[in-house]
């Protein structure tokens, strides 16, 4: 059983992202989309940004979903969320949709690329207006599925091939992860949340709040990818694990602007057990780990205090 703000719940057999998709072997983010989907139900309208999920889900005729899915481009899921929402709104108050209509759920998905990069000010527009929504960030630190490129969600250290490795940069990505949890909090929504596949029953729980609250809800979702990570299909589950174990993704929810820490780990494991897995930090230095252990102790510290511990 999970430690946390867990809230007992049956959790449904019924898969509403059915299998026969074509995501890679151990994809995370597969997973995490099939756990947020049994908890979303199936009273929900999805938009879904291009992205890994997108693509290996809806090579019509056929298709992974069992709700009313919409394909949008990068740059707006946010917009076609809002839209869609408001074109409800104005159909109930018209009379033009019965009163059942009330009980459907707005929700968009997006990657890190669909979301920090090019779906952003599509994502904020929404949020500051306000709109009654689910977003959910599928977060596998780059665009893997145009070729493992980088996003400005891609760690610090981390190979990508737009971020290569060589004996004149021998970093990878230089530059740190954007902090998108945070700046869904600077927009003052009612509901932020970090989440991971690995705690199945916490990411399900934090779906079912952000779906339930009204107004705009932000879920951020680290989304293990054996491809683009180069790391063991079969360790997908405890890399998620480890990033939480480690500081590197701490799970936490703000809501109206209150933080909670879900797990509050006394003792952080060092980076290294997390990133010794994983091929696309392999060639970095002792003096590059110590870097990041630094910055990771220092951001945990940071939102402890915001959570009042
Ligand atoms: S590239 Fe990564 S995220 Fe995309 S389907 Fe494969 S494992 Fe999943």
Redesign the pocket.
């Known amino acids: 059983m999970e430690e946390g703000l867990f809230i007992p719940q049956r959790v449904t057999k019924e898969e509403i992202f059915t299998p026969g998709h074509r ?2 072997i ?2 995370g ?2 997973l995490a989309v099939r756990l947020v989907c049994k908890a979303l139900g199936k009273k929900v309208i999805i938009a879904n940004a291009t992205g ?1 999920i997108e693509i ?1 889900s809806s090579l019509l005729p056929r298709t992974s979903w069992r709700v009313p899915w919409i394909h949008t481009i990068f740059e707006n899921v946010g917009a076609v969320v809002a839209g869609i929402e408001s074109a409800y709104k104005a159909r109930i108050r018209k009379g033009k949709l019965p009163e059942a209509a009330k009980e459907v759920k707005f929700v968009g998905f997006a990657g890190d690329g669909g979301t920090a990069d090019i779906g952003l000010q599509a994502l904020s527009g929404a949020m500051e207006r306000g709109h009654d929504f689910l977003y959910v960030c599928f977060d ?1 630190e780059a665009y ?2 145009t070729g493992i490129q980088r996003s400005s969600a891609t760690p610090y250290g981390a190979w990508t091939t737009t971020a290569p490795v060589g004996a004149k940069q021998p970093l990878g990505q230089l530059t740190w992860k954007k902090n998108m949890p945070e700046i869904a909090v600077a927009h003052r929504i009612p509901y932020v949340a970090t989440g991971c596949p690995s705690y199945p029953l916490d990411l399900m729980d934090k779906v079912r709040r952000g779906l339930n609250i009204e107004g705009p809800a932000y879920i951020h979702v680290l ?1 293990p ?4 990570w180069r790391s063991p299909p079969n360790m997908t589950v405890e890399l998620g694990r480890l990033a939480v174990e480690t500081g590197v993704f701490p799970l936490y929810e703000v809501v109206n602007g209150v933080y909670r820490l879900n797990f509050d780990l006394p003792e952080l494991k060092p980076v290294r057990e997390y990133m010794k897995h994983q091929g696309r930090f392999r060639h970095l230095s002792e003096d590059a780990i110590d870097q990041i252990q630094a910055r990771v102790e220092e951001d945990y510290a940071r939102l402890r205090s915001k959570a009042g511990l």
């Open positions: 995501a890679c151990g994809c983010e597969a890994c290996i596998n893997m599925n989304s990818c054996p491809t683009g």
